[in-house]
């Protein structure tokens, strides 16, 4: 059996059984929702109405009730777009890279987090059928014969790899997380009640009963999975990248592009996992589970995260200079000074100055100030793309042109309706999904539970 | 031998090391020790038992293949061979010039072929699908009880079996 130092700290707390976990995880799917679930939800369903008005507004009357002009043509459409799939990438770092690196600090958060993860991307998704306009014909970048003539797409073209990379990450994110529902939906089968919700839950658990074999193409799935699903998710954001990297839009034209995204991106998420989690946690009573440790860890991730993405953007102002390209330096001065330089500014402050702050280990043990600090770098990252989209289109190469752009109250609507969306999905997926890899979680009971180190710390003396 | 045929009796365990250990102890006492259901994956459990090594991954590698040459092929036919176009000067003229930016969509294929062909054969192979009604013998199987599956014959002595299950460790023992 897995041994572990007892100085490391214990990843469940409390003297934990395997049943106790069961019992934990399982109350908030078998009781009822408790006051602070259904103010939050109700708030939620009330943004997920306010995204379809917009949404819907925006498709009955065209493109025109955005803030976008003949300059600006791309705006907080694509901004919402590359925020929300960056916040996807933290589920599948924790669940794809961390089991491949055996952290076990993971198997409390994964689930959660991977949900996040295809809540985010499905809220990306709905950005980028809102931006075209017309979604009924959505299927235009698919390799498709088409009555027009015998045109294909382009397949050089960034934006038809956008689309096989999200479709991939989204329809695999989701075949992960299910295989790991399946037997924690099997435990809840076990212990219902009630007619429909054995019925309800037999179905989801597709029959699952975890005899040897099974389990053992089970892990044998997980680990091939995790080892797909790692290049996958750095593939993606690099993918995101290009659409801008391979223009030739002064500000854009960046080779730095797809690292810098890879680790804008995994900073965002994890931002995002924090922000989630210490609601979650306190709301659902899983701090035995979800321990000051976690949150530790995951605040490291910010820092490094945080750290690289730092140099990256002097970085990139460096090589503006360095370049003597003079579009890409003005780009860069007239983002740090020209009009939109608040946005600069904040994106500076928010992503680079704030995480530095978790050098502190009384910071980053604080739950109260990672939330803040959590929510800032959310922030951050948002402006992050609205500073490269916005500021390197809005003065174009012909001064005519220069322009501001500034959203309507669709484009507001759409984005915090957006966010609407996504906490319906999350808080429903709370009440019904076991929001704890259980059957996962139970493996680590006897090496790195605070019971068992108090057990073997006994024994050794 | 069909279903039918075979007779199990089950010995319920409560602890993951007591269970394995007693597969050998009881092989070595001439029972048929033939599985371990269990609520979490044991380590080791697959080679106590002597189950093969799963060939999932193996399969895998060939689906990502699969995906890999389906991808390839399919650009080849649309961007250089069926209609070629010449976008911004830079003409699909022939397809080793164009691999480089063949690759992203390449490797997406891959893993999707790859990643949905390995799950759909897990599923298959292992009968986890929506609708199967699951064998419970235990309430608590998939919580924190391990149930081992021993096969007997019409004409075992059950009481010496479930003597020797419970002498091996067994809380509980079913026939």
Redesign the interface.
């Known amino acids: 059996?897995?041994k572990e130092s007892e100085l490391r700290p214990p990843l469940i707390l409390g003297e934990k059984?395997?049943?106790d976990i069961?019992e934990d995880v399982c109350r908030p799917v078998e009781s009822k929702a408790n006051k602070w679930w259904k103010i939050a939800f109700t708030v939620a369903v009330a943004g997920l109405l306010w995204w379809i008005i917009s949404v819907s507004y925006t498709l009955g009357t065209g493109l025109g009730v955005w803030g976008l002009n003949k300059t600006v043509g791309w705006a907080w459409d694509i901004t919402n777009f590359v925020w929300w799939v960056g916040i996807g990438h933290a589920g599948t770092l924790i669940s794809a890279i961390l089991l491949l690196f055996r952290q076990k600090w993971r198997l409390s958060i994964n689930r959660s987090a991977e949900a996040m993860t295809i809540f985010a991307v499905i809220c990306a998704a709905t950005f980028i059928l809102s931006h075209m306009g017309r979604p009924w014909v959505g299927y235009w970048p698919l390799?498709l014969a088409n009555q027009f003539g015998?045109?294909?797409?382009?397949?050089?073209s960034?934006l038809?790899?956008d689309v096989?990379?999200i479709s991939?990450y989204f329809?695999?994110s989701i075949?992960?997380w299910y295989?790991g529902l399946?037997?924690d939906f099997?435990?809840i089968?076990?212990?219902a009640k009630t007619k429909w919700s054995k019925r309800i839950y037999?179905?989801?658990?597709?029959?699952?009963?975890?005899?040897?074999?099974?389990?053992?193409?089970?892990?044998?799935?997980s680990?091939?999975?995790a080892g797909?699903?790692t290049?996958?998710v750095l593939?993606v954001h690099s993918?995101v990248s290009?659409d801008f990297a391979t223009s030739i839009v002064p500000g854009w034209h960046t080779t730095i592009f797809p690292p810098y995204f890879v680790a804008g991106a995994i900073f965002s998420g994890f931002a995002m996992v924090q922000t989630l989690l210490i609601i979650v946690r306190k709301v659902l009573n899983l701090e035995d589970y979800i321990t000051i440790y976690h949150v530790d860890m995951m605040n490291r991730i910010i820092l490094i995260t945080g750290s690289i993405v730092g140099v990256a953007y002097l970085t990139e102002f460096f090589i503006a200079w360095y370049s003597g390209v003079e579009y890409e330096q003005y780009a860069f001065i007239n983002r740090a000074t020209g009009p939109y330089w608040w946005a600069y500014w904040s994106m500076m402050t928010c992503n680079v100055i704030t995480p530095q702050l978790f050098w502190s280990s009384k910071l980053r043990e604080n739950v109260f100030a990672t939330f803040i600090i959590s929510i800032f770098v959310n922030i951050g990252m948002w402006f992050e793309r609205f500073v490269i989209i916005v500021t390197s289109l809005h003065r174009d190469y012909v001064t005519s042109s220069w322009t501001m752009y500034s959203p309507t109250w669709v484009e507001a609507g759409i984005f915090i309706g957006s966010i609407g969306l996504f906490f319906t999905c999350f808080l429903l997926f709370a009440r019904v999904f076991p929001v704890i890899a259980m059957?996962?979680l139970?493996?680590i009971v006897?090496s790195s539970s605070e019971g068992a180190k108090k057990k073997s710390n006994h024994s050794n003396h | 031998m069909s279903a039918a045929e075979k007779k199990f009796v089950y010995g319920i365990f409560n602890d993951d090391e007591v269970v394995v250990n007693a597969i050998g102890t009881l092989r070595s006492q001439g029972l048929k020790v033939k599985d371990v259901i269990s609520p979490f994956p044991i380590h080791g459990l697959d080679h106590e038992l002597g189950l093969a090594r799963t060939r999932i991954s193996i399969c895998a590698f060939i689906y990502g293949m699969t995906g890999l040459s389906l991808a390839l092929l399919m650009m080849y036919y649309m961007n250089i061979f069926d209609w070629p176009m010449d976008i911004g000067g830079k003409p699909s003229f022939a397809f080793y010039k164009n691999l480089p930016a063949f690759i992203p969509v390449t490797f997406e294929s891959t893993v999707l072929c790859a990643a949905h062909g390995m799950v759909i054969t897990f599923l298959l192979r292992s009968k986890i699908l929506p609708g199967v009604e699951p064998h419970i013998i235990h309430p608590r199987m998939a919580d924190d009880h391990f149930v081992m599956a021993i096969q007997v014959k019409e004409d075992t002595d059950l009481a010496k079996v479930e003597s020797l299950v419970k002498a091996a460790g067994a809380v509980e023992f079913k026939s």
Do not use: C
Request: net charge positive; no cysteine.
């Open positions: 059996m897995h059984t395997w049943h069961t390799p015998s045109l294909w797409v382009n397949f050089n960034p038809v790899w096989f990379a991939t329809s695999v075949v992960f295989t399946i037997p099997a435990v089968r076990d212990r037999t179905i989801l658990s597709f029959g699952w009963v975890g005899t040897a074999k099974n389990w053992q193409r089970f892990e044998e799935v680990l091939v999975l797909l699903s290049p996958l593939s993918v290009m059957s996962e139970k493996t006897k």
